[in-house]
């Protein structure tokens, strides 16, 4: 059976109210791998959130999953940005977060495999708790 395990949350730089330039992108997956090497290489699912300023709870905005890209290349493209950005303008004082759900190697270490179906069904396990935060 395929193991996954969760990490984060990591606050997602941001310019103002927007998510940051690829540079500080690049930064943060650079600080995430100082922490869990090999995590940004990494194949699972990641959950965008915001925590709206005064309160400890993130809530969850966008989830997503990598198969064919790992981390580094699937969380932060063009469409996803400007979903978390959307999220970031509806909580206006808010911080972004993001957790990654990482596939393991079943002796220790990240999964850089492809597993659609297994992927797709934590993507599914992970959206309808997510869906009801938000409301």
Known sequence: MRKFQ???PFEVPRDGKL????????RFWKSIDAKHPGLSGAKGCYVFG????????ILP????????QD????CFKD???THYNKAMHKKKKGTPYLYLVASMKPK????????????EKLEEHLIS???SARR
């Not at 915001?50 to 709870?57: E, L, N, Q, S, W």
């Not at 981390?71 to 699937?74: D, R």
């Open 6 to 8: 969760s990490f984060g």
């Open 19 to 26: 998510i940051a330039d690829k540079d500080a992108i690049g």
């Open 50 to 57: 915001v925590r709206p300023t005064g309160t400890k709870r």
């Open 61 to 68: 905005w966008y989830v997503g999953q990598t198969n064919n």
């Open 71 to 74: 981390f580094t290349h699937e």
């Open 79 to 81: 469409h996803k940005t």
């Open 108 to 119: 220790g270490g990240f999964s850089m495999q492809n597993l659609p179906k297994t992927i």
């Open 129 to 131: 708790p997510s869906y």
